[in-house]
């Protein structure tokens, strides 16, 4: 995560009758604050169900919307929050209530959840805190669980009370900070937040950090939802995982941000139900294995992507509800495609309602202001040695696990978490307890995290988006490592990019861009990616940053994804990459689709398509990804012309040659080692006519000669194409060397 724009979001008290010290029963209509975006992002039937929503938020109608989500209402009364009892006595009563321990409920529960949230290692702690449906005294309702350790007393407040904070108090249930109220009579999608009052008497209002659902921006309250009793259909995905393991296995993951990858013709974002239909349908065509979901949780500013997060355990409301974003996912696994979503532990917005001092201080982030804040993000950074946070965390990850059936989590900004002197100058930072710079509260944090998911969830993709050098990232914990079983391979996409966007009379002096990566492709367990982040900024898109006129360009970026699937290594690309996206992503508007009507755009799609079959349909490309078995070279040396070529092998020794010509140079009579004595085929070629290319190639077969080439007995004589990756296999083999 780099780059992201920052939500300075303040709120105006002075102004804001949540604030203030009156009991108006009605006032201003919605509490205003400054900076906040607020895009027109809606899907349709978010908008068709507006009336239905407004309606609930009203005491007098609140039936649940039939339509379930999308679009707050701007007429719910959340200013209408009641401060302050008139009356003295019976606002000191409800003080000492709140604050006293309800030892009954403590022993009635058995304090297993509670403790184990207290230690750090209850990772379900999702099932006990937030709101849940509970019966009580035969009386239905919902029990609500927050945990705000410094706070004096607590309250609900909602649609269904008016916003008054004198109806609902909580009782503390934890002498570190768990407070809880029943609650009957109240409805699906009712709103609700958490009235605060601090160490120094103020008050303030906070969204539920364990909701399941929220409102759509700009607004901020959470909504009550039963997640339960979703019908899942994906038995036969999970048993497909179980008996393929990932290492052994190809992963081809398309990279999307779901309110930009295709819209409406109004511009309107499709909701989920769409979203599946369009996606699922083309995901497969094109021969992805995994989807991967730019940040799905809760978040207010568009700007930030989805990487600045309010509402942890709520699926973004956007595009609809929980339940439509579950359906998505069953969709996804019944058509066998995985799905992976970005996280987010590193760091939190500063927006009032979110989790910034949650209690009235630092209670989520560190308290120590130099280990604090990302200033040049505008984010707070979790405070990774307390175990309630651990438990939040570590439990979130599992939960979307657990009950969305997630495949894999890319966890975002893992070198920022790692590093105390993370983007910080001198002064800015304090080493530590060793005199080192790394947070060894992250460390351990990652160690705890990916232990727990990979115990309980083994074929769960836990990725690591981490820029260093840092070692082990991909080992177990007990070995030293960090645990994750991927790790994007930064270093490689930075130095491709790099040398793609070159001159190619130049690249012979920056061989080792093309060939560095190989020194330690197999230290860790990588996924390459090209993302989000590169496309982005004045960075240009992936077609833009090849040099040449128009046809140089397509027939580059085409010698480049063949080179990447070729290297050892799961892949990524973001999407419009496939077809040629000429501008920058741009988060406010649909990927150009309309390009394909253009022929070299449909052409390196289908060229795209095809290399992805090619991909799934050839073991040698996949099943060793790990160790030098599954690679050898053939040459690496010939910078002059821009060539490399190398050898990828499965278990059995089944294997294919690769060659890449980096030159727009045709190459006749270009002579490489053969590791075969027998016959070789051209199988797949980036420079065919039917992707845009110039149509030359090897026709028929090719002998092996007798030879002596880079260390191998025979040698083939081949034609290579200009700017282009072509495949060979060996047809006939008389003699292994």
Known sequence: MEDKKINTLGTDKAANPAFQKTKSSKTSETRKTTNLKAETMVSKPAKAAEKTVKAAAKPAKRKPAASKTVKSATAKKKADVKTESTNAAKTAKEEVAAVSINETAIAAKGNDDLFLFHEGTNYRV???LGSKPEKRGGKNGVIFRVWAPAARSISVVGAFNEWDRTINPMSRVSKKGVFEAFIEDINEYDLYKYSIETPDKQLVLKADPYAYHMETRPDTASRFYDISGFKWGDGAWSNYKKSHPLFENPVNIYEIHAGSWKRYP?????????????????VKEMGYTHIELMPMTEYPLDDSWGYQVTG????????????????FIDKCHRAGVGVIMDWVPAHFPKDEHGLIEFDGTPCYEYSDPLKREHKEWGTLIFDYGRNEVKSFLISNAVYWIDKFHIDGL??????????????????????????????????????????????????????AEESTAWPLVTKPGYLGGLGFNFKWNMGWMNDMLEYMQLDPIVRQHYQKNITFSFHYAFSENYVLPISHDEVVHGKKSLISKMP???DQQFAGVRAFLGYMMAHP??????????????????????????????????????????????????????????????????????????????????KAGNEIIILCNFAPVLRENYRIGAPNKGEYAEVFNSDSTQFGGWGNGNKGIIKTEDVPMHGYSQSIVLKVPPMSTVFFKCKRNEEKK
């Open 569 to 650: 290594g799961k892949k990524l690309l973001f999407m419009g990459s496939e077809f040629g996206q000429i501008k920058e992503w741009d988060y406010k508007s649909a990927l150009d689709w309309s390009l394909l009507e253009f022929a070299r755009h449909s052409e390196l799609k289908d060229y795209v398509a095809s290399l992805n079959r090619f991909y799934l349909d050839n073991s040698p490309l996949w099943q060793v990804d790990t160790s030098w078995d599954g690679f050898k070279w053939i040459s690496n040396d010939d910078n002059t012309q821009n060539i490399i070529s190398f050898r990828r092998i499965d």
């Open 312 to 327: 942890y355990y709520a699926p973004t409301s956007r595009y609809g509800s929980p339940k439509d974003f579950m359906t």
């Open 126 to 128: 999702y099932n006990y």
């Open 410 to 463: 890319r966890v975002d900004a893992v070198a920022s978490m790692l590093y105390l002197d993370y983007s910080k100058k001198p002064g800015q930072w304090r080493p530590n307890a060793k005199g080192g710079n790394e947070n060894l509260e992250a460390v351990e944090f990652f160690k705890e995290l990916n232990q727990a998911v990979l115990e309980n969830y083994p074929e769960t993709l836990m990725i």
């Open 266 to 282: 109004d511009d309107n974002c499709f909701e989920y139900a769409k979203l599946a239909d369009e996606l699922i349908t083309y």
């Open 548 to 550: 040449g006129n128009y």
